[in-house]
């Protein structure tokens, strides 16, 4: 396997590595936020699912054996209600994006489009979660959040 296909490999493990928290994190959210605000989370859950499930197959069909998910993820802080819920659920999405981003950076063709468009879906749940967007979203400098290629935990 070429140097780039190994990178582009390893960035989708990564990518899946971030889906596999971000829908355990989504659990977390689900269960301690508003009613008003639950039909997002349910959508933003089904749509990681989904994510995730895409990437495993990506990884399949090139040889690799699809990282699995932890049996749990360290949160980043306490969620004990619905605003920690809302701030829980923008920190996903921004750590997530920086993942994509250097699966971005990784990709080339049809791959590059479906990371680049994941990068954007997660800085728009990010804006909608926070009421804010970041000037650059999935850059760990302008975002405050992780750096990308760390695999971020829920």
């Keep these: 396997m070429s140097e780039a296909k190994k990178a582009t490999v390893k960035a989708l493990q990564s990518a899946?590595?971030?889906e596999h928290a971000v829908v355990y994190g989504y659990g977390v959210v689900g269960g301690?936020?508003?009613?008003e605000r639950r039909s997002e989370a349910r959508?933003?859950?089904?749509?990681?699912?989904?994510?995730?499930?895409?990437?495993?197959?990506?990884?399949?069909?090139?040889?690799?054996e699809p990282v699995s998910a932890?049996?749990?993820?360290?949160?980043?802080?306490?969620?004990?209600?619905?605003?920690?819920?809302?701030?829980?659920?923008?920190?996903l999405e921004d750590r997530v994006a920086g993942v994509y981003s250097d699966l971005?950076?990784?990709?080339?063709?049809?791959?590059?489009?479906?990371?680049?468009?994941?990068?954007?879906?997660?800085a728009v749940r990010a804006?909608?979660?926070?009421?804010?967007?970041?000037?650059?979203?999935?850059l760990a400098e302008r975002a405050g959040t992780a750096a990308p290629s760390e695999a971020p935990t829920a």
């Design 16 to 18: 899946l590595a971030a």
């Design 32 to 35: 301690r936020i508003s009613e």
């Design 43 to 64: 959508a933003a859950y089904a749509a990681h699912r989904a994510r995730r499930d895409a990437l495993a197959r990506e990884v399949s069909d090139r040889g690799a």
């Design 70 to 91: 932890s049996a749990g993820y360290a949160l980043p802080f306490p969620v004990p209600d619905s605003a920690a819920a809302v701030q829980l659920a923008a920190e």
């Design 104 to 122: 971005v950076r990784a990709a080339e063709g049809e791959l590059r489009g479906r990371a680049a468009e994941a990068l954007r879906e997660a």
């Design 127 to 138: 804006v909608r979660w926070r009421g804010g967007s970041v000037a650059f979203p999935g």
